[in-house]
């Protein structure tokens, strides 16, 4: 009777655990709660991976977008500060080219005259001031070339360079006598000469 007892015993706890043990399985989940939870994480999952993949696109979208205006606004600057850069660099080209006309019209040289120069016989009307003696070397040679090319209407190409180089001593002379003449007068007596330059070479013949 005892050996029932103890038996009956045991038996009553191992079905109260197996049931336990039930009651706790079944408190978990079913198979198919089990998959549709299953299903419902990898859903979640998903979903949550669309939003930060879209969240992340919008934000390189916005960073690019922000990158391109950055640009814009480099390169419009750029060109806004060229575009200032380029007007003051007219202006004071124009300022230089105003500076340059108003010294050609006042200094440029202009064609012998007349009165100053013949060109039928060639005789050169000098200056007092380059009729002196002391300059006769280099006002003789270019009297008689100036002659000579009136009469046989053109110089040859050494009697050309006898003219230039006479005339270009000359004025390589003047130029060293600065403290002999005032500027003023030193000035025409250089311009005088190069007239006369210009007058063989608009007239090579």
Do not use: C
Request: glycine share 6%.
């Amino acid at each position: 009777m005892r050996y029932v007892s103890v038996a009956a015993l045991g038996l009553i706890l191992l079905s109260t655990t197996a049931l336990t043990g039930q009651v706790i399985y079944n408190n978990a989940s079913t198979a198919a709660e089990g998959y549709a939870n299953g299903v419902s994480n990898i859903i979640s999952a998903q979903g949550q991976k669309n939003v930060s993949d879209s969240q992340a696109a919008i934000n390189l979208t916005q960073a690019r977008s922000s990158q391109i205006d950055n640009q814009v606004k480099s390169v419009n600057a750029f060109w806004e500060k060229k575009g200032i850069y380029n007007e003051h660099q007219q202006k004071e080209l124009e300022a230089i080219d105003q500076k340059r006309n108003a010294y050609l019209a006042k200094n440029a040289l202009t064609s012998l005259t007349p009165e100053e120069f013949d060109r039928t016989t060639g005789a050169v009307n000098w200056p007092k001031v380059l009729d002196q003696k002391q300059y006769d070397q280099f006002r003789q040679p270019l009297t008689k070339l100036f002659q000579q090319r009136a009469y046989a209407g053109a110089l040859t190409g050494d009697e050309y360079m006898q003219a230039t180089a006479a005339s270009k001593q000359w004025r390589a002379l003047l130029s060293s006598q600065q403290n002999v003449y005032p500027s003023g007068v030193l000035s025409q007596m250089i311009r005088f000469i190069l007239k006369l330059d210009r007058e063989l070479d608009d007239n090579l013949g």
